[in-house]
């Protein structure tokens, strides 16, 4: 078990740019989810997957958004034409399949996204 | 009004006070609530859980629920330095996914 895994540690891109992160779940987790934090604030839901399909995504979530869990395991977020607005850390989290457990949440490191 | 809502602090407290922490939630069907942990620069790290009614105790932590008054808090007895950081109470809605106050930052002055 070596914990929830995010890639980049940092990105700072210029406004308009696209980017993707990425996530690796704890391995025997099929929950993953994405949240993002602002300076001062508790982290934000964004969208999470059961194994490879997508169950919720925020209303508040922008079409330039997207997130992807193709074969269920590791996940990408993208984020198309960059505003400043979006900068934020960005933080991935999972859980275990085991029913009683499925709301305890684990946090990867994050990523934290600059926008020029 | 907020889903979950915490004080943002700060609270300052002396080192091997009682540290009280607080949070209400606007769901009555919530069931399970969460206690994290976040130090400046770091992730959210677990550190309490509670589903019934009462108290539910882990060394210096104790965790109150009263789904009544929809309100959760979290005590830190014997506060150390250590244990400053931003403390985030989160709670399960809808079965799917815990949604987040926005925290309240601790201080535990030496």
């Known amino acids: 078990d070596t914990g929830v895994s995010q890639n980049p540690r940092h990105k700072i891109t210029k406004r308009g740019q696209n980017v993707t992160f990425r996530c690796d779940p704890i391995?025997?987790?099929?929950?993953l989810y994405w949240y993002r934090q602002t300076l001062g604030q508790g982290p934000e839901f964004l969208t999470y997957?059961?194994?490879?399909?997508?169950?919720?995504k925020s209303r508040l979530l922008s079409d330039r958004f997207s997130a992807e869990r193709p074969k269920g395991s590791f996940s990408t977020l993208e984020i198309q034409r960059t505003e400043q607005g979006d900068s934020a850390m960005y933080l991935c989290?999972?859980?275990?399949?085991?029913?009683?457990?499925?709301?305890?949440?684990?946090f990867g490191s994050g990523t934290q996204l600059s926008v020029l | 009004q907020k889903e979950v809502e915490q004080n943002s602090g700060p609270l300052s407290v002396p080192e091997g006070a009682i540290a009280s922490l607080n949070c209400t939630y606007s769901d009555r069907g919530s069931q399970s609530f969460f206690w994290y942990r976040q130090y400046s620069g770091k992730s959210p790290e677990l550190i309490m859980f509670i589903y019934s009614n009462g108290d539910k105790e882990d060394g210096r932590f104790t965790a109150q629920l009263n789904k009544a008054s929809q309100y959760v808090s979290l005590l830190i007895r014997d506060s150390q330095p250590s244990d400053s950081a931003t403390y985030l109470c989160?709670?399960?809605?809808?079965?799917?996914?815990?949604?987040f106050g926005q925290g309240t930052e601790l201080s535990v002055k030496p």
């Open positions: 989290a999972s859980s275990s399949n085991n029913r009683a457990a499925n709301e305890k949440l684990f």
């Open positions: 997957f059961q194994n490879e399909a997508q169950l919720e």
């Open positions: 391995s025997e987790h099929n929950r």
């Open positions: 989160a709670v399960n809605i809808q079965g799917g996914k815990l949604i």
